[in-house]
Each structure stands twice: as C-alpha cells, then as structure tokens.
C-alpha cells in the first residue's frame, strides 16, 4: 500500500468511528444495562425517555384558567400555569401567547425541579371577539433541550 492510500485509509477510518460515537445519545454502558435481557421487540417500543432526559428540565403549560376582565383598565389578564417536571432547575426561558393574531412574549426567572409558577399576560382591550381563543407555549423558541416537547402548548376557547 502506498503511503498515500494509507493515510486515506486512516482518515476514512477516523471518520467511521467519530461518526458513530457522535450518533450514541448514551453512554455504552448505560445501553448495556438498560438493555439487559430485553427482545429487540420490547427495546424498538420502549415507551421510557433516554437516560440523559433524567437530567433536564420538563417543561408544560399545564393550566390556561379563564381570561379576567379588567374593565377599569381595559384590559385582559391572561394567566398561563406553567410546571417543570424535570429533574433540574430551568434557567430563564420564554413564554409566548398567541391571540387575534398578536403575539405576546415574556422572558422569566429560573423555575425548580417540580415547581409551578403562574406567568400573567396583559392584553390591551377584551379578548372576546365574539369569541375567545388564545394559545400559550413555554419555550417557544425551542432553545432548552427538552425530552419531552408536546407538552410545551396549551390553547383556551371560550364563547363570548
């Protein structure tokens, strides 16, 4: 072999395993034992989040309650409930409400493993057009790595 089909050789072979290391999302030997004395049927509809997901945040919109009319303002509080049922503390993170086309965005304080917090929107004028529909969403951006992203949004309907 010459020395130039050599190093391509190497390189080629460099690649394949950075590849595959960089595919891995756990540890060998946490796949090892999760995995144990299981049938590749069981594994392929494992409905458990990977090992990594018991390190991060979780989280929901839990609660949208309804709308509070602030006629001597005129405006509507909007309240979103949000819950983290992750395993650690979520540095800031965004809020967003959508509603009649307008979109509302609130950036707020870290919040603990398994605490809620309530996040008040205030919108100019009623939302009751005739009807109400708003959608609210918490990382809406998608910038925290979650494991669990379906939860994230919660809409209201309400008739006027």
């Not at 049927?41 to 409905?47: C, G, K, M, S, Y």
């Not at 509302?104 to 919108?123: D, E, H, K, L, Q």
Request: some cysteine.
């Amino acid at each position: 072999m010459t020395k130039t089909k050599g190093v391509l050789f190497l390189l080629t072979v460099m690649n394949l395993c950075l590849s595959f290391q960089s595919r891995a999302s756990t540890p060998i030997s946490d796949t090892l034992v999760a995995h144990e004395n299981r049938s590749v049927q069981e594994l392929q509809t494992d409905p458990r989040p990977p090992a990594y997901c018991r390190l991060l945040a979780d989280l929901a919109v839990t609660d949208l309650p309804d709308p509070i009319w602030d006629s001597t303002r005129g405006l509507t509080l909007i309240q979103v409930v949000i819950h983290n049922s992750g395993a650690s503390t979520q540095e800031r993170f965004d809020v967003k409400l959508e509603t009649d086309g307008n979109s509302y965005t609130i950036f707020t304080n870290p919040i603990a493993s398994g605490a809620t917090r309530v996040i008040t929107f205030t919108v100019p004028g009623s939302i009751y057009n005739p009807d109400a529909h708003y959608k609210a969403t918490v990382n809406s951006q998608g910038l925290i790595k979650e494991c669990n992203q379906k939860n994230n949004s919660k809409s209201f309907f309400g008739l006027g």
